[in-house]
C-alpha cells in the first residue's frame, strides 16, 4: 500500500525521500511525490506513475531544504493523477497519508462551506485544510494537528510539514503502521524499517493513536490520551544495502529462486539440532489442551491457512476453523475459552487481519502470529511470533513468503501433534525426515523451468485457465489461479476436484486450460476421475504429479510436468513452486509489469 517517508537532515532531503520512495515501491503504488521546506516555505514536486517520472519533474525542476516528506500512492479516493499525488497541501501545511478517512466527505462539505478550495478527489486533502483552520486560530502545529485528528473516522498514517517550521516533521498513526528512525543530528519517519535502513538502524515504533513531533534533538511522542509517552528504541534487522535483482529479469523470479535456501533457513529456525524435535518461541498456553484453533489471513497467506487445517486437523486432531480476515469478524463468531487463534501475514501489517486479530483479543482468545517481519504491528500485539525467514520480499505477488508460511505451519502442526500425543514417535520420525528434504526437492523442482517456459507459451493465449485439486492440491489450485491472475491478467479460477459436476465444468470446452495438482497420495484415484472428465470435454490438460502419478496418467495428459515424489505432508510446498514459475513466464511474454502488477499492492494496510 502507499508508503511514507520523512527527513529532518544534515544535507539536501530531496535524494534521501527519492531513494527512500525507490525502497517503497515494493509496496505497489501509482503515482509519487516529495515537498520540502524551502526558504521557509512549502515545495512540492509530484508526478503520476512510477518514480522515474518524479526524478524527471526533480531534474528539471530541484527542491531545496534539508526537511522534507515524501509519498508512493495507490489510488483510493480520486484517480492516480499528478493532481491527486501526495503531499497534498495549503499555504500552511503540507500531507502524506497512508490509510483512508471514511468521514471525509462530511468533512469536506463543512469545509467547503467555510470557505475552504479543494483542489483534489482525495479524502486527504481534508486532513490538510482542518490542520490549516486550527494554526489560523491560533494553535501551534502539534495541537493544531492532534485537534484535526480528534475529527478523523478511519485509518491513517501521517507525515506533515509546516510553513516557517525547517526543524519540525509531525507524525501520526491510527491503524496504519509507522515507524521513527534516530540518527546522528537527523531524525526520520517511514512506513516501515526498510525505508529507513540504509539512513539509520535505530529504529522506534509508534503505537495506536499516537503522535510523534520529531525535531533535530529527537521525538517527543504522546499516546492517545494526549500523555508524553516513550517508545522503545530498536535496532532494526534490515539492511542498509539496497535489495537488488541480481541476474534476474525480475525480483519475482529471484525470489522464486531463492526459496531452497529460505525455506531452509526457516527449516533451521524451527528445528533442535540435537533431538530433531520442532523448537517453538515459549508458549503462553498448553498445545496439547487447545479445544480449537481459528485461523485467519487474506489473499495467498489465507490459502497457507487452507493447507494448515489440513495439516492440523488430519495430523494433529485438533478442530480448526478459517476464515477470509475481512469476512471473519463479521460473523461475530463465538470463541472457546482458551482456543488459539492464528494470524498469518508476510507484512504483519495486514489492515483486515490486524482488525480479526484485535477482534480476537477481546474475546480471549491466545494469540499467535505467522509472520515475515519481526518488527511489526502484529508481531507486537501477539503472544507468540512464529517467524518465516524469507527475507525482504519485493514483488508483489507472494511466492517465498508462500512457502516459508507452509514449512513454518508443518512445523507447527508436528509440534501439535506431540503435544497432543496424536502421533506415534516413528510417524513422528517420517514426517520430520519428510519436512528435511523439502529444500533439496525444493531445488529439483526448479529444474523444470525451461519446460515451464515452453508451456506458458500456450497458456499465454488462453481467455480461461481452471485449476484444479483434491486436499491440500485444492489450495495450491486456488493459489495457482490467484498467481496467474494477479500478474497476467488473464482470467484464472481454481476448484476443489470434486466441485467440477456442481457447475463449473461448465466452463470447460475444446481448448480450455485445466492445471491439475495431482501427487499421488490417498486421494490421487479420485482427482484422476475428474481429470478424465475434462479430458472428454476437450481440455488442454496440465498434469503436474511424481513418477507414480505420471506412470498411471501421464499419457492422457497434454502436457505433463513431473515433480519429486515426496510424502504428501510436504507436496503442497513443492506443487507451489511450478505454479508460481508457470504464472511468471506467462506473464512475461503477455509483457505485464510482473513486480507491480496493475492495481494492486504489496502491503494492504487499509480495508
Avoid at 468521514?103 to 490538510?128: S, Y
Wanted: hydrophobic letters at 45%.
Amino acid at each position: 500500500m502507499c508508503g511514507i517517508i520523512g527527513v529532518i537532515g544534515n544535507g539536501p532531503a530531496a535524494p534521501l525521500l527519492v531513494d527512500g520512495l525507490k525502497r517503497l515501491e515494493y509496496r505497489g503504488y501509482d503515482s509519487a511525490g516529495i515537498a520540502t521546506i524551502a526558504n521557509g516555505k512549502i515545495a512540492r514536486r509530484r508526478s503520476e506513475g512510477k518514480i522515474a517520472r518524479l526524478e524527471a519533474v526533480l531534474e528539471n525542476e530541484p527542491l531545496e531544504g534539508n526537511v522534507g516528506i515524501g509519498h508512493t500512492r495507490w489510488a483510493t479516493h480520486g484517480a492516480p493523477t499528478t493532481v491527486n499525488a501526495h503531499p497534498h497541501a495549503t499555504d500552511r501545511v503540507a500531507i502524506v497519508h497512508n490509510g483512508i478517512i471514511e468521514n471525509f466527505q462530511r468533512l469536506r462539505d463543512e469545509l467547503t462551506a467555510a470557505g475552504c478550495r479543494f483542489e483534489t478527489d482525495t479524502d486527504t486533502e481534508v486532513v490538510a485544510h482542518l490542520i490549516t483552520r486550527n494554526l489560523e486560530d491560533g494553535m501551534p502545529p502539534r495541537e493544531a494537528t492532534a485537534a484535526a485528528l480528534e475529527r478523523l473516522e478511519g485509518a491513517f498514517a501521517l507525515g506533515i510539514l509546516f510553513t516557517g517550521e525547517d526543524g519540525l516533521i509531525i507524525g501520526a498513526r491510527r491503524g496504519s503502521p509507522l515507524a521513527i528512525g534516530y540518527g546522528d543530528g537527523e531524525m526520520f519517519l517511514g512506513s516501515d524499517a526498510l525505508a529507513l535502513a540504509p539512513l539509520t538502524r535505530r529504529i522506534a515504533y509508534l503505537e495506536e493513536g499516537d503522535l510523534v513531533a520529531l525535531t533535530r534533538d529527537g521525538a517527543v511522542v504522546h499516546d492517545a490520551a494526549g500523555r508524553v509517552a516513550m517508545r522503545e528504541i530498536h535496532l532494526t534487522e534490515q539492511s542498509g544495502a539496497a535489495v537488488g535483482k541480481g541476474n534476474y529479469g525480475h525480483f519475482m523470479l529471484k525470489e522464486i529462486y531463492e526459496q531452497p535456501t529460505v525455506i531452509g533457513d526457516t527449516l533451521s529456525s524451527f528445528y533442535h539440532p540435537v533431538s530433531g524435535d520442532v523448537r517453538l518461541p515459549e508458549l503462553p498456553f498448553d498445545l496439547g489442551r487447545l479445544p480449537k484453533i481459528t485461523i485467519a489471513a487474506c489473499g495467498t497467506a489465507y490459502y497457507a491457512g487452507l493447507i494448515a487445517r489440513y495439516w492440523l486437523e488430519k495430523i494433529a486432531r485438533v478442530p480448526v476453523d478459517i476464515d477470509i480476515a475481512s469476512e471473519f469478524r463479521y460473523r461475530d463468531a463465538p470463541m472457546p475459552e482458551g482456543g488459539l487463534a492464528l494470524f498469518i501475514s508476510q507484512s504483519g501489517e495486514t489492515a483486515d487481519t490486524l482488525a480479526a486479530l484485535r477482534f480476537c483479543r477481546k474475546q480471549g482468545q491466545h494469540i499467535a502470529s505467522l509472520l515475515n517481519v519481526a518488527e511489526s504491528t502484529m508481531a507486537r500485539e501477539s503472544d507468540i511470533v512464529l517467524r518465516t525467514l524469507a527475507g525482504p520480499e519485493i514483488g508483489v505477488c507472494s511466492t517465498k513468503a508462500f512457502t516459508t508460511q507452509l514449512v513454518a505451519l508443518a512445523c507447527f502442526t508436528l509440534a501439535c501433534a506431540r503435544a497432543r500425543d496424536a502421533i506415534s514417535h516413528d510417524e513422528e520420525a517420517r514426517l520430520s525426515a519428510a519436512r528435511a528434504e523439502v529444500p533439496s526437492r525444493a531445488a529439483e523442482v526448479l529444474n523444470h523451468d525451461e519446460r515451464l517456459q515452453e508451456l506458458a507459451r500456450e497458456i499465454a493465449r488462453a481467455e480461461t485457465v481452471i485449476y484444479i485439486g483434491r486436499g491440500t492440491g485444492f489450495a495450491i489450485a486456488l493459489e495457482g489461479a490467484l498467481k496467474l491472475k494477479e500478474i497476467s491478467y488473464i482470467h484464472a479460477e481454481g476448484f476443489a476436484a470434486g466441485e467440477l459436476k456442481h457447475g463449473p465444468i461448465a466452463l470447460v470446452d475444446e481448448g480450455v486450460p485445466v492445471v491439475v495438482i495431482a501427487p499421488s497420495d490417498s486421494l490421487f484415484e479420485k482427482t484422476a476421475s475428474n481429470m478424465e472428465e475434462v479430458i472428454a470435454r476437450g481440455a488442454h490438460v496440465v498434469f503436474l504429479s511424481d513418477a507414480a502419478g505420471v506412470a498411471a496418467l501421464g499419457d492422457r495428459a497434454a502436457t505433463v510436468i513431473e515433480l519429486p515424489t515426496v510424502d504428501p505432508f510436504v507436496a503442497p510446498i513443492l506443487y507451489a513452486i511450478p505454479v508460481q514459475l508457470l504464472a511468471y513466464h506467462v506473464a512475461v511474454i503477455r509483457g505485464t509489469d510482473i513486480d507491480q502488477p496493475r492495481n494492486l499492492a504489496k502491503s494492504v494496510t487499509v480495508e
